[in-house]
């Protein structure tokens, strides 16, 4: 395939293991033609991955954060945005708010958290970004105010916990939201209307409407990456990802610690 578009996940796959932008990752990012845009697609907020762009000179770039709730243009305007309703944002966490879990809320640029917990400080670390502390209902009642609802809940815990919350959801709000757990500790909730696949093909018509799916090679280690490597012309997998998502894609490259993005680019184009 003639390869017209490079997308790439972030964490477990573009980063390496001390979630770095490693030297080599950097420079076969630089090294890829002016005329094949290169994006990320993530389930990050977008300041966060704005430092990214910076970083790999890609900063004029669209972006689809949130695994594709919100998709920017390279100017920061918003193309799509897919909200979980407010009325489904302030049920589960208003029952969050007695158990023993810690949870962010995000919306675009915004990322509230009631405590700035254990939790909230090792995401701050690891995004280098700083939350809002905000009081929960404050938050519910200034997002009432404006008829906005979450891009992202991140909920973080023991893992019994997370158990009891999916099962929370999976009764009320099967139809309408979808739980991923992105590690045993990390519970990421969406609104189910979305994925990196179908975010990305909103793109394609939006922005770049010459380039099909089949003209894109992206990359990813993880379950909700599973469509996008699925319905791009080369989806790559990292050696380090899931083993379903190994087994699924029939492409693969080097580790994320062995810069395997930088390695496939170097291979395919």
């Known amino acids: 395939m003639e390869c017209k578009l490079i997308c790439s996940d972030i964490d477990g796959t573009l980063l390496d293991v001390n979630r770095s932008l490693s030297i080599e990752t950097k420079t076969a990012v630089k090294s890829i033609s002016p005329e094949i845009p290169f994006l990320l697609i993530s389930s990050r907020m977008p300041k966060s991955m704005q430092l990214l762009q910076a970083e790999l000179r890609t900063a004029n770039m669209p972006l689809i954060a949130y695994n594709g709730a919100l998709i920017l243009d390279g100017s920061g305007k918003v193309l799509q945005s897919i909200e979980i309703p407010f009325a489904i944002t302030n049920r589960i966490c208003t029952h969050l708010s007695g158990s023993e879990l ?12 009631p405590a700035l917990d254990f939790w909230a400080k090792r995401e701050q670390n690891n995004t280098r970004i700083t939350p809002d502390v905000r009081p929960l209902k404050e938050t519910l009642e200034l997002w009432d105010h404006k008829r906005q609802g979450a891009h992202k809940i991140m909920v973080m815990g023991e893992p019994v916990y997370l158990d009891q919350i999916e099962q929370f959801i999976s009764e009320n709000f099967s139809e309408q939201i979808n739980a991923y757990r992105s590690k045993d500790t990390y519970l990421e909730i969406s609104n189910k209307e979305l994925d990196k696949a179908s975010a990305l093909a909103f793109l394609l018509s939006a922005e770049y409407p010459e380039i099909d799916m089949e003209d894109v090679m992206a990359f990813g280690d993880n379950y909700n990456d599973q ?6 012309g080369r989806g790559v997998a990292v050696a380090n990802a899931k083993p379903e998502i190994l087994e699924a894609t029939p492409f693969h490259t080097l580790s994320n610690h062995e810069h395997g993005v930088a390695a496939a680019i170097e291979q395919y184009c």
């Open 102 to 113: 810690h949870f962010s809320l995000y919306n675009n640029s915004e990322w509230v958290v």
């Open 227 to 232: 469509t996008l490597l699925k319905q791009v």
